[in-house]
């Protein structure tokens, strides 16, 4: 890589247990790639898209994560807080053209949050990687 990336991070501070592991290995890979960064946080995932829009017409970014986590509960709220999630980060990618990698986990337990949000299996790594590919490109 010739380029020294910028990116934007921006993460939900809802499960926190969940986003520090996945900012962890976002920053980790982010370091291995030379890349610098900016992070704000938000309080739910559901701002996620709107913080995102928001910084993207005040400053340069050459692509963002977006870091989250939302459980599954009794009620098919969570599945259509994740569409809505994932159509507006979607939507955003396309519009400013610029590669926007979505790890707002959809779990359907604790359990499984904390194991994709772990050192071994951390899915954010999987976003920084993902974004850089386009990025390179």
């Known amino acids: 890589m010739s380029k020294k990336y910028k990116f934007l991070i921006v993460a939900s501070n809802f499960y926190p247990k969940i986003t520090n592991g996945l900012l962890s290995g976002a920053i980790s890979e982010l370091k291995k790639h030379k890349c610098i960064y900016d992070l704000y946080k938000v309080n739910g995932s559901l701002e996620i898209p709107v913080q995102v829009s928001i910084l993207l017409k005040k400053k340069k970014y050459d ?36 590669p926007v990698s979505n790890t707002v986990l959809t779990c359907s337990s604790l359990k499984q949050a904390i194991d994709r949000s772990s050192k071994k299996l951390n899915r954010a790594k999987e976003a920084v990687l993902a974004a850089i590919s386009v990025l390179n490109n």
């Open 63 to 98: 692509a963002v994560i977006a870091v989250g986590c939302i459980i599954k509960g009794k009620t098919d709220h969570y599945e259509f807080i994740a569409q809505a999630i994932t159509n507006s980060l979607l939507s955003i990618s396309i519009d400013k053209r610029i």
